[in-house]
């Protein structure tokens, strides 16, 4: 993920009276990027808006708690966390093994899968695996199988990456020490300017998440793009998107996953789904 410099907004306050009643009075401070859209994005006049502003309003809705977001680089997100800045992170963070060593995450509120786009007359619209889910850390051989298709028919191409990401960290895991061409990894601070190379041809392709491509694909320039392959999951790419908490605050993370559960089950996360991502992204949605 590609973040955006800091710059703070209320988000929401709501249940003053409840606070008062709970003895809650403390506001919660939650970072996020503010330029990772559709999860979060900053508008002209400065607003936080996206699915992850629209469902922290109705978390802290629910806990009676007073919020604010405030969008801040990725690279100082969890070191804010650490240091106390922040309360907790809403940012589309994916639950891998390497970030579970620093954070609490929380109950998944998605699950999302990384997915290759690609120009519709590229030869990797014809790559095979379509729509079938690669789950990174599975074994055996049909598993195996998979991943020699991916490694052959993404030799010699050029895949555009956001910096410092998970799909990054795939490509350089998959493609690593293997004899013959490899993939050549272009990296990119924004995704605007990723997708404009892609349009334009000056990359064979992109690995990003589902959730940013489908709205991508309806938009009048992204309809010249088009997903091929399988849809990644697991490994590097984690196992869902969660907030992230400080090992040492089982409390707080305790509310907000009793919360989060009341949002899966009522279908509040299906219609914000839906709403952002043009998919239902919650844990257990089935998706063609």
Same mark, same amino acid.
């Given at each position: 993920?590609? #973040?955006?410099?800091?710059?703070? %907004?209320?988000?929401?306050?709501?249940?003053?009276?409840?606070?008062?009643?709970?003895?809650?009075?403390?506001?919660?401070?939650?970072?996020?990027?503010?330029?990772?859209?559709?999860?979060?994005?900053? #508008?002209?006049?400065?607003?936080?808006?996206?699915?992850?502003?629209?469902?922290? #309003?109705? %978390?802290?809705? @629910?806990?009676?708690?007073?919020?604010?977001?405030?969008?801040?680089?990725?690279?100082?997100?969890?070191?804010?966390?650490?240091?106390?800045?922040?309360?907790?992170?809403?940012?589309?963070?994916?639950?891998?093994?390497? &970030?579970?060593?620093?954070?609490?995450?929380? #109950?998944?509120?998605?699950?999302?899968?990384?997915?290759?786009?690609?120009?519709?007359?590229?030869?990797?619209? @014809?790559?095979?695996?379509?729509?079938?889910?690669?789950?990174?850390?599975?074994?055996?051989?049909?598993?195996?199988?998979?991943?020699?298709?991916? +490694?052959?028919?993404?030799?010699?191409?050029?895949?555009?990456?956001?910096?410092?990401?998970?799909?990054?960290?795939? $490509?350089?895991?998959?493609?690593?020490? +293997?004899?013959?061409?490899?993939?050549?990894? &272009?990296?990119?601070?924004?995704?605007?300017?990723?997708?404009?190379?892609?349009?334009?041809?000056?990359?064979?392709?992109?690995?990003?998440?589902?959730?940013?491509?489908?709205?991508?694909?309806?938009? @009048?320039?992204?309809?010249?793009?088009?997903?091929?392959?399988?849809?990644?999951?697991?490994?590097?790419?984690?196992?869902?998107?969660?907030?992230?908490?400080?090992?040492?605050?089982?409390? $707080?993370?305790?509310?907000?996953?009793?919360?989060?559960?009341?949002?899966?089950?009522?279908?509040?996360?299906?219609?914000?789904?839906?709403?952002?991502?043009?998919?239902?992204?919650?844990?257990?949605?089935?998706?063609?």
């Amino acid at each position: 993920m590609i #973040r955006a410099g800091a710059v703070a %907004l209320a988000l929401v306050l709501a249940g003053c009276h409840g606070d008062a009643l709970r003895g809650d009075v403390r506001e919660l401070v939650i970072g996020t990027e503010g330029a990772y859209p559709p999860w979060n994005f900053t #508008r002209a006049d400065g607003s936080l808006g996206g699915f992850e502003p629209e469902y922290l #309003r109705d %978390l802290c809705a @629910r806990l009676h708690r007073r919020c604010r977001m405030v969008a801040m680089d990725w690279d100082g997100m969890i070191g804010a966390l650490q240091t106390g800045k922040i309360d907790l992170i809403a940012d589309a963070v994916q639950i891998t093994p390497e &970030r579970a060593g620093v954070l609490a995450f929380g #109950r998944p509120y998605a699950l999302t899968t990384g997915v290759i786009a690609t120009l519709r007359g590229s030869p990797l619209a @014809r790559l095979g695996d379509d729509g079938v889910t690669m789950d990174l850390d599975g074994k055996g051989p049909a598993f195996a199988a998979m991943t020699d298709r991916l +490694r052959k028919g993404l030799a010699g191409k050029v895949i555009g990456v956001e910096l410092s990401g998970a799909f990054d960290t795939f $490509l350089t895991q998959t493609f690593a020490d +293997r004899a013959g061409p490899g993939v050549s990894i &272009r990296y990119y601070r924004t995704m605007g300017e990723r997708d404009l190379d892609l349009l334009n041809g000056r990359i064979d392709a992109t690995l990003e998440d589902e959730s940013y491509i489908r709205p991508l694909l309806a938009t @009048r320039d992204g309809a010249a793009l088009v997903m091929a392959g399988p849809r990644m999951i697991g490994g590097s790419m984690g196992r869902g998107e969660a907030l992230a908490f400080r090992p040492g605050d089982p409390g $707080l993370r305790a509310q907000f996953d009793r919360v989060i559960g009341d949002t899966l089950a009522d279908g509040t996360v299906r219609r914000l789904g839906l709403k952002w991502f043009r998919i239902d992204a919650a844990p257990g949605a089935v998706r063609r």
